[in-house]
């Protein structure tokens, strides 16, 4: 039995092993092309919260009191992202996944593409950030959405004894999605700083709209997955799958926030808040840091699509809680690490945090989520299991660090334990459940 298969049997285009690979390769490649738009769109707003948008639309006279600002505004995208998960997840069981995926695109690519042109505070007043917050919530609801149907068209397609592996492919669009907003950013801070704030930071917004037009043209030609057929032909739909997974599955979307909560602490400590803490607070260069998130960045290319074959010969769990651990043991010595200021330690220390606290653990959420969860009310399942713990553990993150950085006088070991605290309950979370890889 497949467990992400449905009760109904299995389309016969897709029974035969040469076809189902076929089919699972042109599925993996649309879903992480699409996926890396998606996440693009979602880091290069981080980027810049971190190193423009307190300056051109958050001004104040205390540095610290902009940074939250901004970064206030990236964790307000954080906390959208669970409506769009209610809404596309409602959707994408009633009618489907396929269909999901095309408007989570468009709608995460305007609401970036828009922020390129925004006027700054000098330019427009208090109208400037609202129109920022408002754009950022738009990015939110699509990227809600996104994922869970991204991870649905592989999740579903593949075999499962290769569910971990292609799983993680399809997780590669948030490593590679940052690696190219972090990239281009990098590219946009070598001009001069006048013209850098002046309009060198719109380029990397507007051009999503590029990535946006590819994504669309090779998502058009997906179907939509045999497991979701299957219970569609069977009339085994749910009526409010949301209501469903709320009232019947809580257990498991307890479980799948439990799972996310960690992975995305880290992201938020990584990328995002290390820009400020090591530019700002220890007088870092900018640039340096941005070079080492991205090397950080290529590293996990290589090892969550490891982890992901790993966690098909092993099962997710082993897998699961080694990279869990490792980042409760590694959560004191990050700062440790950082604050020696030498570039090799710095530069190593990111490397390790970003390929190992993070990629290892979010490379099994595409295959880990969806095994907790029936056909019929997976997406809904999966995607407010996902946006919900990345609101807990992801949202207010950068918010806290820098507020306890700010306010603090430099000490941080209060992320630090922060950071620890979020580490148990994931690792309460992973003991909660069952291997299934084999279902």
Known sequence: MNLLAGTAEAPADVKSPERRTTLTGRVVLASAFGTIVEWYDFFVYGTAAALVFGKLFFPASDPVVSTLAALSVYAAGYLARPLGGIVF?????????????????????????????????????????VLLILLRLIQAVGLGGEWGGAVLMVAETAPAHRRGFF??????????????????????????PDDFLNWGWRIPFLASSVLIVVGLAIRYGLHETPAFESVRKAKRLARLPVLEVLSVHW??????????????????????????????????????????????TLVELFTMPFAGWLSDKIGRRAIYMAGTIFGILFAFPLFWLLETRDPTIVLITIVIGVSLCQGI???????????????????????????????????????????????????????????VALGVLTLFAVSQTKERREL
């Open 89 to 129: 997840g409602h959707f994408g069981d009633r009618l489907g996944r396929r269909s999901m995926l095309v408007l989570s695109l468009m709608l995460m690519g305007v609401g970036t593409c828009l922020v390129g042109v925004l006027p700054t505070y000098r330019q427009a007043g208090f109208i400037a950030p």
């Open 361 to 419: 653990v979010f490379s099994l959420h595409a295959s880990f989520m969806p095994e907790l969860f029936g056909t019929h009310v997976r997406y809904s399942g999966i995607s407010l299991g996902f946006q919900i713990g990345a609101a807990i553990g992801g949202g207010l993150t950068p918010v806290i660090a820098a507020a306890v950085v700010g306010w603090s006088g430099g000490k941080t070991w209060p992320i630090s334990l922060f950071l």
């Open 167 to 192: 799983g993680s492919l399809v997780q590669l669009g948030n490593p590679v999605g940052r690696l190219v907003a972090t990239g281009v950013f990098a590219l946009a801070t070598r001009l001069p």
């Open 251 to 296: 257990r498991e979307t307890l479980i799948a926030i439990g799972l996310k909560i960690t992975e995305v602490a880290w992201v938020g400590i990584l990328t995002i808040f290390a820009v400020s803490y090591l530019t700002k607070q220890l007088g870092m260069n900018q640039q340096f840091t941005l070079d080492a998130i991205t090397l950080g």
